[in-house]
């Protein structure tokens, strides 16, 4: 009857174990399900870039205040590259070996990491083109 106890627990224990790690398998499946939309995106960025540099390079110094702002859009597409370069090189793949405790705040942090990745992207990628006229 012990051993039938222990068997029991034991059972409810890795039960309960199995379903905390699917939950950060789910958090680390979302995380990587947002890369895989906003990836696509770094084309975008890369035309956009090209293109305020070359209207830049068009403006003469009479337009300042023009120059400024497209600098700063310039300056915003390169930060939300740099930050899905960061999030790609940072991104660490969970070892399902290791302790719930070790792992849910590792997928959590690279999922809200990855959602500012997305937002400071689609920004940028926005104001780009307000400010291209597209």
């Not at 699917?22 to 770094?42: G, L, S, T």
């Not at 590259?81 to 399902?96: F, R």
Request: negative net charge.
């Amino acid at each position: 009857m012990k051993k039938l106890l222990f068997l029991a627990i034991v059972a409810a224990f890795l039960t309960a174990c199995g379903q905390d790690k699917a939950k950060v398998k789910q958090i680390d499946d979302q995380a990587v399900a947002i890369h895989d939309e906003v990836m696509p995106k770094m084309g975008d960025i890369i035309a956009l870039k090209g293109e305020l540099k070359a209207k830049i390079e068009s403006l003469d110094s009479t337009q300042l205040d023009a120059r400024t702002a497209h600098e700063q859009v310039l300056e915003a597409l390169m930060v939300a590259e740099e930050g899905m370069k960061d999030w790609m090189h940072g991104y660490v793949v969970p070892d399902y070996k290791k302790s719930l405790e070790e792992l849910e705040p590792l997928v959590q942090a690279q999922l809200e990491s990855i959602e500012t990745v997305k937002a400071n992207m689609e920004k940028s990628i926005a104001d780009a083109k307000n400010l291209l006229g597209k």
